[in-house]
T-cell receptor, first 108, second 115 residues
């Protein structure tokens, strides 16, 4: 089992909808997670960092961490075509342990 | 947010030559920097962890004599691809860990093409 797992997608949602991206992890010792967005041909961009159980909101993005169930999710409200990218969750453990990424496509 | 730069952004070199890529943290100090490689349609692959003032730690399967890493200061790490071959053609990305917040920020990447 990989330490951090994501559905590779692609996940397709219509413009204006809520996109839900999920990530599960195997190490109960993981305390925090990053969400990165990577456009094709570009490097990853940090969009959220969550370390507490519960929700963290930043604009249209909400990260949710559930340590008991060992999952972390990212919700994107009012999805826009410009949100189309690969989303990576990562656990910082000295080095980043990445999931394989979920490709999101937002259709106009 | 914090800014990490890489230079050059793209480079074409001939087989057998060496290429140096620089990674700089512009507005924060980075005790630790990381070097990744990414092939098309694939996930990031960590190559090595670079700590300021000490030897880099390489991931399994990465040749340390081929990919030379130097982290001379809290804001600069370099990756030198020695005796490059066409199979080394890839997108090389560095990231830097802000020693104050432990958040990691990525550079824009360097696209290397070896002919």
């Amino acid at each position: 089992q990989k330490e951090v797992e994501q559905n590779s997608g692609p996940l397709s949602v219509p413009e204006g909808a809520i996109a839900s991206l999920n990530c599960t992890y195997s190490d109960r010792g993981s305390q925090s997670f990053f969400w990165y967005r990577q456009y094709s041909g570009k490097s990853p961009e940090l969009i959220m960092f969550i370390y507490s159980n519960g929700d963290k909101e930043d604009g249209r993005f909400t990260a949710q961490l559930n340590k008991a169930s060992q999952y972390v999710s990212l919700l994107i409200r009012d999805s826009q075509p410009s949100d189309s990218a690969t989303y990576l969750c990562a656990s910082p453990r000295g080095k980043l342990i990445f999931g394989q990424g979920t490709e999101l496509s937002v259709k106009p | 947010g914090a800014v990490v730069s890489q230079h050059p952004s793209w480079v074409i070199c001939k087989s057998g030559t060496s290429v140096k890529i620089e990674c700089r943290s512009l507005d924060f100090q980075a005790t630790t920097m990381f070097w990744y490689r990414q092939f098309p349609k694939q996930s990031l692959m960590l190559m090595a962890t670079s700590n300021e003032g000490s030897k880099a730690t390489y991931e399994q399967g990465v040749e340390k004599d081929k990919f030379l890493i130097n982290h001379a200061s809290l804001t600069l790490s370099t990756l030198t691809v020695t005796s490059a071959h066409p199979e080394d053609s890839s997108f090389y990305i560095c990231s830097a860990e802000d020693r104050a917040s432990y958040e990691q920020y990525f550079g824009p990447g360097t696209r290397l093409t070896v002919t």
